[in-house]
């Protein structure tokens, strides 16, 4: 049956091109094999003897058990994964959820604060408080920047690319200690359900190395690739 229907086949594809042509033709050949072998090959009778049918029967069927059960025991894995994720994504949404309520009622309660005139001083010296903040903010990330700049910089170009061959690609631009810290904090404090980062490159292994043995980041305990911020604040 297979042999017509590929010689049907070949009346339809001899106008392809000949590499399909020879392809079909391999193709041919091999299935002509098998079915010489079929016509020579004789089947193996199965016994009559009722008992020894009733084992076959059973070995047959406890394999497909072992195959369920291993089937089963995949699917509830995964299962359960799915269920820590949804619970964990979950807890994560309540936490916007009161995040967005506790920003409305502070909105609220600004704009009654801004429509009373009594309170208008108490506002501008809360607005004053937070522009201060926000200076001793960058005054601190100015110092941790020249503090990381001096005694974490990055290494000299040569020296990240002296065991490359010079027909290999450019190297990769390195980023800064107190990049990766800054990536590592933002991800922390805009997604804590999720806080690891992916690194790739540009991290120079010595500074994961270095945050690894100081305690500060930890790795994803099934991808190694993927490092998180401790999370000091909780």
């Not at 090959?41 to 369920?68: A, C, F, M, W, Y």
């Not at 820590?84 to 959820?97: F, I, T, V």
């Not at 920003?103 to 201060?132: A, V």
């Not at 790795?219 to 604040?233: S, V, W």
Request: glycine share 2%; aromatic share 6%; proline share 5%.
């Amino acid at each position: 049956k297979c042999q017509s229907k590929l010689m049907l086949l070949g009346t339809d594809t001899l106008l392809q091109s000949d590499a399909k042509l020879s392809l079909l033709m391999l193709r041919w050949k091999a299935l002509t094999v098998d079915y010489r072998q079929w016509q020579v090959r004789n089947p193996e009778i199965i016994s009559t003897n009722p008992d020894v049918l009733l084992e076959l029967g059973k070995e047959e069927l406890q394999k497909v058990k072992n195959d369920l059960e291993m089937v089963l025991s995949t699917v509830r894995s995964k299962n359960k994964k799915l269920e820590e994720d949804l619970k964990r994504e979950q807890q994560w949404c309540e936490e916007q959820e009161r995040l967005v309520d506790t920003l409305n009622k502070t909105g609220e309660e600004t704009n009654t604060q801004i429509e009373q005139p009594s309170t208008k001083r108490g506002f501008d010296e809360l607005k004053n408080k937070i522009q201060e903040l926000k200076t001793y903010k960058k005054e601190l990330l100015s110092a941790l920047g020249e503090f990381l700049d001096e005694h974490f910089p990055l290494p000299e170009k040569g020296e990240n690319t002296k065991n490359k061959n010079s027909s290999a690609e450019p190297a990769v631009e390195l980023i800064t200690m107190q990049e990766v810290l800054e990536i590592l904090i933002n991800k922390l404090m805009t997604t804590p359900h999720e806080p690891y980062v992916t690194i790739n490159e540009s991290f120079w292994p010595p500074y994961i190395e270095l945050l690894l043995r100081c305690g500060m980041v930890l790795r994803h305990p099934e991808d190694p690739k993927r490092l998180r911020l401790e999370a000091f604040h909780k």
